[in-house]
């Protein structure tokens, strides 16, 4: 009962303050898409510090990393979430496509092991997650099973999605492929590395945790 | 030679999800590229996919799945009841391809085509 009393007091004055409760902001998508990069400049730019480990190696994030409480902030409104940055989702490892980053196969077949519970992970934490942005790499073709199961999930759930059409910075990305392959949703470019449209997307946030 | 298996479905319609998942890996891990008529559910498709990394080891490395069917854009009200009833007696529209990742390299899905990149039977042999 007093546990209820203080949500609704905190609820209250949170609304007065015109900030939201905290809620769960999961990075999913394809492997390489750079999730974890998104990751770091989002921390990196509101709590001064890095949250992910980055490689050109697929499979990096092998197990679900979590920040709690980010605020940003645009203008006068504040946003506070947890963030949630989840191993790539796919539906197949080859243990030998490490071992072309000049792994040796005893770590290479570790990574592929950790990577295939890091899929599942991620899938068992989509439930969790009140918002989500995917993150694509607008260099690659979007059309892919992947995307596409992950995106009928969370509609599925009703969970607001934002697309991040990541790696505009690179001469053969195609933003305008990534929207025209999912036109229901909103898809921004950006790029994380470099940092570009980064504050429209900080806005785009707001839009979707509504 | 690869070995294209049609799936009618009404071969899967009254399987429970866990079991239609089931009998499709046993039938893509004996080497099978599978054409199933109509879509699974988002759900079997996770499941699909969670099943699939559970089972991954030093011969089997996955799968490769695409699926392709028309996505009408207007959709006229009685039309979209019509495809919700549908949906709910399963997604019967479109096709679905699933192969082994030992042997299907890629789906290419572009987006009203559907393009099977398969590896050389030298490496599938490894």
């Known amino acids: 009962m007093i546990k209820r009393i203080k949500e609704a007091i905190s609820s209250f004055f949170a609304n007065i303050f015109n900030t939201k409760k905290h809620i769960r902001l999961g990075l999913y998508g394809p492997p390489n898409g750079g999730k974890s990069t998104l990751a770091n400049k989002i921390t990196k730019d509101w709590l001064g510090e890095e949250m992910s480990s980055v490689s050109r190696i697929p499979h990096e994030t092998r197990e679900i990393h979590q920040k709690e409480k980010v605020t940003i902030k645009a203008g006068s409104k504040k946003l506070t979430f947890n963030l949630i940055d989840t191993p790539g989702i796919a539906t197949k490892i080859d243990y030998e496509d490490f071992m072309k980053f000049k792994m040796n196969a005893k770590d290479a077949k570790e990574r592929a092991k950790e990577a295939t519970k890091g899929v599942i992970e991620a899938i068992r934490w989509l439930d969790n997650m009140d918002a989500v942005v995917i993150v694509l790499d607008s260099t690659k073709n979007p059309y892919s099973q992947v995307n596409i199961t992950i995106l009928g999930n969370l509609a599925a759930r009703n969970i607001p999605v934002l697309i991040a059409a990541n790696k505009i910075d690179l001469r053969k990305s195609d933003v305008n492929k990534i929207q025209s392959a999912f036109p229901q949703y909103k898809v921004l470019g950006i790029s994380a590395e470099r940092g570009d449209n980064i504050e429209d997307f900080y806005k785009s946030l707001f839009k979707v945790v509504k | ?126």
């Open chain 2, 1 to 126: 030679m690869l070995t294209l298996q049609y799936i009618p479905h009404t071969e899967l319609q009254n399987m429970e999800s866990e079991d239609k998942i089931r009998k499709l890996l046993n039938l893509v891990k004996s080497d099978r590229i599978l054409l199933v008529e109509g879509r699974l559910k988002p759900s079997e498709e996770t499941a699909l996919i969670e099943r699939t990394m559970e089972m991954i080891d030093k011969k089997f490395k996955g799968i490769e799945i695409g699926t392709i069917y028309a996505e009408k854009k207007n959709i006229q009200p009685y039309e979209l009841l019509k495809k919700q009833f549908l949906q709910f007696l399963g997604y019967r529209e479109g096709i679905t391809i699933i192969g082994p990742a030992s042997i299907v390299k890629e789906i290419k899905r572009d987006p009203n085509k559907i393009e099977l990149l398969t590896r050389d039977s030298k490496r599938r042999k490894k």
